[in-house]
């Protein structure tokens, strides 16, 4: 438990990071340091988006999966890293 | 030949039925027996059961991130041990990147130029000669409003004079014919729309009347006045604005600005008066002083106020541009009060908190950044603008605009390191921080060298219109091109950068 906040303050606290959230496999966030409404809106937008990234990458090789998804903005950049469901 | 005889009568049977009922038979018919079974049905055994619900132990979120998804520490120890040395990785790299420098996408068309949309103008106002003086967009954006009035004339003048509204998304525009023309007694200085319902708009008059018109209203649109009592003004109202109550958010107050050294807020009242509720008023030995005036003034004497911005960050921080050329930072939230003076119905608070280095004319304008909590501009009639943050008295960037006056300034509400400013030349300049800190990134030319620009305003709704007004009793819609609309990326970056210039 205590590792787990470790790790995650580890990240948040990295140069340049804005917020952290994560996520489960039913799309709900389970740890955040961002607010409610924002955490809610990026976990319901980037599951999608990640679901659909990785069933692309599997369709164009079957052996192939999802590695690391970049969505890269005007503003700021979006790192999305998934787990192995 | 003929004989007696007796014939025997002819028979007929007879029909009725008695007859013929001899010869019925008897037939009966009847429905079987219904079949019907008795039973009787009671419960006989009963239970009580309460519910209720119980008082939730933890507090009220949204996001109820215990009990919503029952955690898997382990599985979700192992995934982040998993996922932590990759992200690091991406991380560092994506930080000493060049891959991206420069690279910029448009997803949209991209117009080039600026260009002139509409020239708007009352004909009556321009026979009499009268100035376009203040300029405000509606909540919507697709109304404008201009006031008529004059800006060179140092008299009281009794001239009659004009607010005219155009809406430029009606097809039958009529750029000499506005949509509403508003007939005031006195010249009116500055105008501003509600910044939620759309037909709701303030005039600041030049004898110290504030008045509201209601642009929907056909027959009357003055719906609420100051009037002229002990309260109101006794200069000029340069500014107006609607404040929003920080307790209802729906409901607004009215604040007013003027050269007599008082900052007004006003409430709404049910018979068309406009009542004073707070009052901030300043005088010359309660300006912070951290600079010295020059002058021996005495210590009463009323400080004439000519432009305010409130800070898009803090409801309660405004910004004022006086006479005396200086800037002042203010809070609504002071308690000391006013140095006495005779006739306000409500007492007046000292709003200021600190001054800024002096312009060396009067401040005509000062405009807070939408962006960034701490830096604002100033121009003033010395033809300088100054960026200033708000920790430091000595101003971050000072540039020279114009050799003439400096009319107005405002931050583009889309771009944050871009700012337009309208000069006495008769140009509309724009400046981007971006691009050279020296020369504007474009220069607009409205009107000849002889006719000042006096009050441009942004339109929030849609980015690429600007509205310039000028001397010549000229409205000019102006479309700009779209690298004024697009936020750059980087862009807050380097408006952090100039901001934390600040010099110990």
């Known amino acids: 438990m205590a590792e787990v906040e470790e790790t995650l303050k580890r990240i948040q606290a990295h140069k340049g990071v804005i917020g952290t959230i994560v996520v489960n496999a039913e799309g709900i966030p389970i740890r955040t340091t961002l607010d409610n409404s924002t955490t809610v809106q990026y976990a319901g937008l980037l599951h999608q988006l990640t679901m659909k990234a990785r069933s692309t990458v599997r369709d164009i090789d079957p052996q192939n999966d999802l590695t690391f998804l970049r969505i890269r903005s005007k503003k700021h950049e979006i790192m999305v890293a998934p787990g192995n469901l | ?504």
């Open chain 2, 1 to 504: 030949m003929f004989g007696d005889g007796v014939a025997r009568g002819a028979d007929v049977e007879s029909l009725w039925r008695r007859d013929q009922g001899t010869r019925c038979e008897a037939k009966s018919c009847q429905t079987e027996e219904i079949s019907t079974v008795e039973v009787a049905v009671q419960s006989h055994s009963s239970r009580d059961a309460g519910m209720q619900t119980d008082q939730s132990e933890e507090s009220i979120q949204d996001l109820d991130l215990q009990k919503e998804a029952p955690v898997d520490y382990a599985g979700l120890l192992s995934f982040l041990q998993g996922v932590e040395d990759v992200v690091i990785k991406e991380l560092n790299k994506n930080w000493i990147s060049h891959a991206f420098d420069g690279f910029e996408v448009n997803w949209v068309d991209q117009n080039e130029t600026v260009s002139c949309l509409h020239n708007l103008s009352y004909p009556e106002a321009q026979d009499q000669k009268l100035q376009v003086t203040s300029i405000s967009w509606n909540a919507t954006g697709s109304v404008v409003a201009c006031s008529y009035g004059r800006l060179d004339d140092g008299d009281w003048s009794t001239e009659k004079s004009y607010v005219c509204t155009w809406n430029l998304d009606r097809r039958g525009l009529n750029p000499k014919c506005p949509d509403l023309v508003v007939d005031v007694p006195s010249s009116v200085m500055c105008l501003a729309f509600h910044p939620s319902q759309p037909s709701l708009i303030i005039g600041g008059l030049y004898s110290g009347e504030v008045l509201i018109w209601d642009t929907s209203r056909i027959e009357d649109p003055l719906i609420w006045r100051t009037g002229m009592t002990d309260d109101t003004h006794t200069d000029p109202v340069y500014q107006v604005d609607w404040l929003q109550d920080s307790k209802h958010s729906h409901h607004f107050q009215i604040l007013s600005v003027s050269t007599d050294g008082k900052i007004l807020v006003w409430q709404t009242e049910r018979d068309g008066q406009l009542t004073l509720v707070e009052g901030f008023a300043l005088v010359a030995q309660q300006i912070p002083r951290s600079m010295k005036l020059k002058k021996r003034t005495r210590g009463e004497t009323a400080v004439g106020v000519t432009s305010l911005s409130f800070s898009h960050f803090d409801p309660s921080v405004f910004i004022i541009g006086m006479e005396g050329g200086y800037s002042l930072k203010c809070s609504t939230a002071v308690e000391t009060a006013a140095v006495p003076r005779t006739g306000s119905s409500v007492p007046l608070k000292a709003p200021a908190q600190f001054a800024f280095s002096p312009h060396g004319g009067p401040v005509y304008c000062v405009s807070c950044s939408p962006f960034h909590r701490n830096l604002f501009l100033s121009g003033g009639t010395d033809g300088h603008v100054h960026l200033h943050s708000m920790l430091q008295a000595q101003p971050l960037i000072s540039l020279q605009l114009s050799k003439k006056y400096l009319f107005s300034v405002r931050w583009s509400p889309v771009r944050p390191l871009v700012f337009a400013a309208a000069t006495g030349e008769g140009e509309v300049q724009l400046f981007d921080f971006g691009k050279s800190s020296q020369k504007p990134a474009v220069s607009i030319k409205q009107a000849s060298a002889q006719t000042p620009v006096y009050c441009i305003e942004f339109n929030i709704k849609q980015p690429q219109l600007l509205a310039a007004g000028d001397a010549s009793g000229l409205l000019k819609i102006w479309q700009l091109s779209s690298d004024f609309i697009q936020q750059g990326p980087r862009e807050m970056n380097h408006l952090e950068q100039l901001a934390n210039e600040v010099t110990d």
